[in-house]
């Protein structure tokens, strides 16, 4: 059943309203197959990007009653090569899917702060369209990726002069060190303002010795493999030579680990039950991780029946052609009638995805952008131990000592009383330019922080769009 996507009189008078052109409205998602009613509009479509395809969006006015001027933020999943509407359907955006094959509403939706923008990037990914069979990169995802925004804020100049941030995760910390440089360089979109990245991928070095050494130091691995590990040098060890003590080493500790989830360690592996966590995003990244270090099907190791739950409902509705329709999604033109699929077998450049990111970070910061990383500390495969390593050897300014942060625990218990840890942070600033670098870890959170801790995540989004991280 679908149900439309109504305007209320009350919202009429919350939100400030943004006049569409005709032209717009061609775009807009009038009737969303199983959605309840809401009070902002949203739009998708496709921008083309030049020689290499078109890449689809999917955008959503913000909640709050300041919609016409708050920040444009443009979401995009990792991989490489995964769609950001994983992270819409799964994680921070307004709607989560059901077994049914309906949608419910998210309250941590990161569009209550904001204008959400959601891309399926690269081209190929989702309902993109790629021009042909291509071999992808960093670069060329940052070129196709500076080209939408152009596209975008083209077909929507109402919101042109709005702060606009990028936001991501996991291989995220390649896509957007690279397109905030691209970004900088080319100097057109002026109302840029910084990034947030959650759990990013910045070295491959400090990946590996990250995913590790968090397993040792939540007591799942014994002394001496770890001593091992130590002894053999593995932990300064980009890629995995099968001829290093280090392969058999590390698949002692694959194996000993297997049926936890590495990407949250603390919550179920999903076999087929809603109580998991599982994200075909995360395998993607494992698979490209394993790759670039040489392991390429035992980085980490799988049990055979993994199931990403969540993700299979997202799946299931975006494949549905009343679904697709509603959201003019024609990749293969009008009589396209394929699956969408959150992944795709994207030709990516393992030199990229094992490439280290810290001198971009050091020239954004010398171009004096403001960037925050947020991550749950309950995820191996992009750890805060890995980036500990790679922030703390910048040699940047402590601004803001280590600290614990708070949140009240629930609604039923508001005050001081009930305050708990939701993290630590540490804020650093360039020497010259003072420009920020802020590390907020989220406790307890996985992986993908708004999917494992969606209400830590959007207060981490909250205070970086009020300039405090």
């Keep these: 059943m679908s149900l439309p996507l109504i305007v209320t009189a009350a919202a009429v008078l919350a939100l400030p309203r943004v006049q569409y052109t005709e032209a717009q409205r061609t775009q807009q ?19 083309n990007i030049g020689v290499r395809g078109k890449l689809f969006f999917w955008f959503v006015e913000s909640q709050s009653a300041t919609a016409a001027t708050d920040p444009v933020l443009l ?14 359907l799964t994680e921070n955006g307004p709607f989560r899917p059901t077994e049914k094959g309906n949608l419910t509403l998210n309250p941590t939706a990161w ?3 904001a204008n959400m923008v959601y891309i399926e990037q690269p081209v190929g990914v989702g309902f993109s369209v790629a021009s042909g069979k291509l071999k992808y990169s960093d670069a060329q995802a940052a070129e196709d990726n500076l080209n939408f925004l152009k596209g975008f804020f083209k077909l929507f100049p109402q919101y042109d002069h709005n702060r606009f941030y990028l936001t991501s995760e996991s291989y ?19 109302s840029f303002a910084g990034f947030l990245v959650g759990n990013p991928i910045t070295w491959l070095t400090y990946v590996n010795y990250g995913r590790y050494g968090t397993l040792y130091g939540h007591q799942l691995l014994p002394k001496p493999l770890w001593d091992a590990y130590e002894a053999a040098g593995c932990r300064s060890v980009p890629g995995l030579d099968p001829g290093t003590p280090c392969v058999n080493i590390t698949a002692e500790m694959d194996d000993l680990t297997k049926d936890l989830d590495p990407y ?6 999903c076999n087929g039950s809603p109580l998991g966590s599982g994200r075909f995003e995360r395998t993607t990244l494992a698979r490209a991780i394993g790759r670039a270090s040489g392991k390429p099907d ?41 699956n969408w699929s959150a992944c795709a077998n994207i030709d990516y450049s393992q030199e990229d995805v094992a490439a280290p990111m810290m001198p971009i970070y050091q020239r954004l910061l010398a171009a004096g952008l403001n960037m925050t990383i947020m991550s749950g500390d309950d995820d191996t495969v992009c750890s805060i131990l890995g980036t500990q390593q790679f922030i703390w050897d910048l040699g940047l300014d402590v601004r803001d000592a280590w600290r614990p942060w708070y949140m009240e625990d629930g609604p039923k218990c508001p005050g001081e009383a009930c305050k708990q840890v939701a993290g630590f942070k540490v804020q650093y600033a360039d020497a010259r330019t003072k420009a920020r670098l802020s590390l907020v870890t989220v406790h307890g959170a996985g992986h993908l922080v708004p999917a494992t801790r969606p209400a830590q995540g959007l207060e981490v989004l909250r205070q970086y769009l009020s300039g405090i991280w």
């Design 29 to 47: 998602i009038k009737s969303l197959p199983g959605a309840p009613q809401v009070d902002f509009k949203m739009f998708s479509g496709y921008v």
């Design 75 to 88: 979401w995009t999943n990792g991989g490489p090569g995964c769609s950001g509407l994983v992270g819409f």
């Design 172 to 190: 995220g910390g390649h896509y957007l060190p690279t397109l905030a440089e691209a970004i900088v360089e080319d100097g057109t979109l002026h």
């Design 298 to 338: 035992t980085y980490p190791y799988y049990p055979s029946n993994y199931q990403p739950c969540t993700s299979d409902w997202a799946t299931a509705y975006l494949s549905r052609k009343d679904v697709q329709a509603a959201l003019h999604a024609t990749p293969g033109g009008p009589t396209w009638a394929g």
């Design 111 to 113: 569009n209550t702060l």
């Design 264 to 269: 949250g360690l603390d919550f179920p592996k």
